[in-house]
């Protein structure tokens, strides 16, 4: 964690980086400190989306890296927003986060749809190698205080 007392709020960027289970249950831990992160600042980013999009990049790297080692959340809070990366053992590039899509999904199947509204809700996302597989990211702008709601 950043050790900031909880009622202190970061004067620049501030990070967290937490390692999560290679499970479902890393899903709802995912989401929790995205949103502590990001009430914890002065002009934060949406944090409804910001919830949304982490669990879809935790519920991929769950279900679609081999193995079970640990994926790690990493939340970087900015001045001009958040970045969220997923850190999974899996060096392979992640379906179509960046390259075109060629077909719609199946509206009737489960899956399908996680990587299209990260790139249709997120200011720019994408991928890139670790030493230990890749990191998977998405950016959101911060709210300007006239807009965030009450």
């Known amino acids: 964690m950043n050790g900031l007392a909880l009622h202190e709020r970061p004067a620049g960027p501030a990070s967290w ?3 999560l289970p290679h499970t479902a249950a890393a ?8 949103r502590t992160a990001i009430a914890g600042v002065e002009h934060p ?6 919830e ?10 769950v279900e679609h890296t081999a193995g079970r080692g640990p994926i790690e959340l990493v939340v970087e809070l900015l001045p ?13 590039p992640p379906g179509h986060l960046t390259r075109p899509v060629i077909e719609e999904p199946d509206p ?3 899956g399908g749809r996680g990587l299209l509204l990260i790139r249709a809700l997120s200011q720019s996302c994408g991928h890139r190698p ?9 950016r959101l702008p ?7 709601p009450a």
């Open 45 to 50: 980013a949406d944090c409804d989306t910001a």
């Open 27 to 34: 899903v709802p831990v995912a989401r929790a400190l995205v």
């Open 80 to 92: 001009t927003g958040c970045q969220v990366e997923v850190h999974d053992p899996d060096p392979a």
């Open 108 to 110: 009737w199947q489960e």
């Open 142 to 148: 911060a709210i300007p205080a006239q807009r965030r």
């Open 130 to 138: 670790t030493p230990s597989g890749k990191a998977v990211w998405f």
């Open 17 to 19: 980086r937490i390692a």
């Open 52 to 61: 949304l999009l982490t669990a879809e990049l935790v519920a991929n790297a």
